[in-house]
């Protein structure tokens, strides 16, 4: 892992016009002064950034198609788009080929995805955000030190698939606060925990405190898991939901910092939340007497679809945007090895346009 100061650029995933509503939004009149208040940071984060141009550059490199492991990140437009290049989205390696090119997501694979790509001769590309592999490698240290890991997260998504694979025999998932009080493990004296990196700060907080009532002597992991974006997305969003009439999060159902970032403003005083994928699913009925919209975008939403939603906002009469900013971010990852490994560094600088390092 790799970090320089220098700010990540808007991505280049073009907006698919095929959601933008025919009909816009009407402006309705409403008490006070119409305005949006835009999070920032908010959007694609140097993970996402990462593993995104990582097909992009298999594919340019090796042809299509290119097979990805699961949705290379949580948004259905980054895959819907990368699907139009040529890439294929498979759920398990068995789907793959034998020998061809396969990309692993963001979120990470288990050991087990790993050997079962060698085994059948693929060509793994490992997009794994380099801040997952870091929890990664606590899971590992800490089963090796015969620890067991209190692992919180939400049992099914794949981050939490790939940490606890690293030591199965070793790891028990807690998925909420309501389970810490409840769980039960061998020897209460050697817990350590560590967590998902999408969740809410506030949430995980509460279930860490809920089990060091349990279990006393339960050790804290070297570093925060949670990630510096989806703190930063976090801290953004209770600062402008304490204002807002209501809170527009663009991100996918099945994005965990989009949909935290939801609950996030509400518990901070939004009136009103809603996720939307596109800008024509914003409904009229959500802006009635509405003065102030807060408006976010999860870690893996380009910046184009929070573009398009202001477009809607602003044919309803909220022309006046404020950016609300609590945090500067310029951290940016070299792309896969594997990657790295294959092209020419100097030719790849030239490809890359500056967009991130290889
Ligand atoms: S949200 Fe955090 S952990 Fe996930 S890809 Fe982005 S930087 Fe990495």
Redesign the pocket.
Known sequence: MSATPISLPVPQVPARRAHVRTEPLQDIPVPGRKRVLLAAPRGY????DR?VVAVEKALERYGAPVYVRKQI?HNIHVVTELEAQGAIFVEEVDEVPEGAHVVFS?HGVSPAVVNAAADRGLQAIDAT?P??TKVHREAVRFARDDRHILLIGHAGHEEVEGTAGEAPEHTTIVNSPEEADTIEVADPSRVVWLSQ??LSVDETMETVRRLRIRFPELQDPPSDDI????QNRQVAIKKVAKSADLVIVVGSANSS?SVRLVEVALEYGAKAAYRVDYADEVKQEWLDGVETVGVTSG?SVPEVLVQEVLEQLAGAGYRDVEEVRTAEEDLMFSLPKELRQDINGQKTERALGGRIRA
């Open positions: 984060c140097a993970g996402v593993a990140v963001a955000c801040l997952v990196t999408t990630c510096y974006a989806t910092n870690a």
